[in-house]
């Protein structure tokens, strides 16, 4: 006992290995993007070792199917996100754009003019929700509802409810079908390029500091002559031309043309992604790389739980879990910037 009472209390960690771990744990916090990296890598181990068939080809194929659409729409949606804006009826435009080129191409107009047709259709989209969200200041949560039944319901009108087949992929799949989705990676490819191009563009260009200062700080923005309004309406535009796009691609991916693809549900995984992947909602800070990791995160987790034969309905208890950590931390994340640290 008295040898214990000499000896004294252990011996506490030394200051410097405990200031290195709380700053690499503050380094992993903020670096949002090798966050979801690491989760993502996680998850693979995880459902690798629970079923060895999560690496084979077919599922990454499966995988790479689900998660390319989503993240397409996602890059737009993250755009928008920033501007302090969103977009809920781009799950709509992605059921409509597949129609506009069917039925261009039905009457005569090549299939490149038919795609480029429906990309300046779902432009149109955006513009009316951009008008309406910037212009008439009705919030953009309400106008692109609005929006969203206003087109899914012109679309089921218009095709009677009623799938038809895509272009150029029945009795033959031509090389133009496989280059717009039908080959099993051109959807991912196009998907990993659309995400670097808006990526750079938001971190390299004077277009994407202007977007992160409209959300962050808008009157400051307009104060210092950055066009917030003409920012706004391009991003409208480009996140409904992007869903339209992405509608194309999965049309030609599955070979058939549904008028009820889409909806509420891919928009939401869309922002669920970008939410992830640490952009915030109240605008001013986010990442396009970092939305194509939350989509991943989102792909990893569905198709992992589907293989090891958890209930589906757990999904959805697990993803809002997962957007309300996110949220949090991006809400921790802005204190701690404002206060210096």
């Known amino acids: 006992m008295a040898n214990e009472a000499l000896a004294g209390p252990p011996a506490a960690p030394p200051n410097g290995a405990l200031q290195t771990l709380q700053n690499f744990w503050r380094f992993i916090v903020q670096q ?19 079923k060895s068939v999560f690496l084979s080809l077919g599922n990454l194929q499966t995988l790479a199917a689900y998660t390319a659409a989503t993240a397409i729409i996602a890059a737009g949606e993250v755009m928008l996100l920033i501007c302090g804006e969103i977009d809920l009826s781009v799950g709509s ?90 080959n099993p990676y051109s959807e991912i490819i196009w998907a990993v390029a659309i995400v670097l191009v808006m990526q750079v563009l938001l971190s390299l260009t004077p277009w994407g500091l202007r977007t992160v200062a409209t959300g962050g700080n808008p009157l400051g923005a307009s104060e210092v002559g950055i066009g917030t309004n003409r920012i706004k309406m391009v991003h409208f535009m480009v996140a409904s031309a992007l869903g339209g796009f992405a509608g194309i691609l999965e049309a030609y991916r599955i070979t058939s043309t549904d008028p009820l693809a889409g909806g509420t549900t891919i928009m939401f995984n869309a922002v669920a992604g970008a939410v992830i992947g640490g952009t915030a909602l109240n605008g001013g800070s986010g990442t396009v790389v970092g939305a194509l990791l939350g989509t991943i995160v989102l792909g990893i987790l569905q198709d992992g739980i589907t293989l090891i034969g958890i209930n589906a309905d757990y999904y959805y208890v697990v993803l809002g879990a997962a957007i309300l950590a996110a949220m949090i931390l991006n809400v921790r994340l802005q204190i701690l910037r404002k206060a210096g640290r």
């Open 32 to 50: 949002r993007t090798l966050s979801v990296a690491l989760i993502a890598l996680v998850m693979v181990v995880y459902f690798q070792f629970s």
């Open 93 to 182: 435009v992605f059921a409509m754009a597949p129609f506009v080129m069917y039925y261009a191409n039905q009457n005569g107009i090549p299939l490149l003019g038919g795609i480029i047709l429906a990309l300046l259709v779902s432009a149109a989209v955006g513009f009316i929700n951009g008008f309406v969200s910037v212009y008439l200041k009705v919030p953009s949560l309400i106008a692109t509802l609005g929006t969203q039944f206003l087109v899914s319901g012109a679309t089921l009108i218009a095709t009677n409810a009623t799938p038809v087949i895509t272009p150029d992929t029945f009795p033959k799949v031509t090389s133009f079908a496989q280059f717009f989705g039908n």
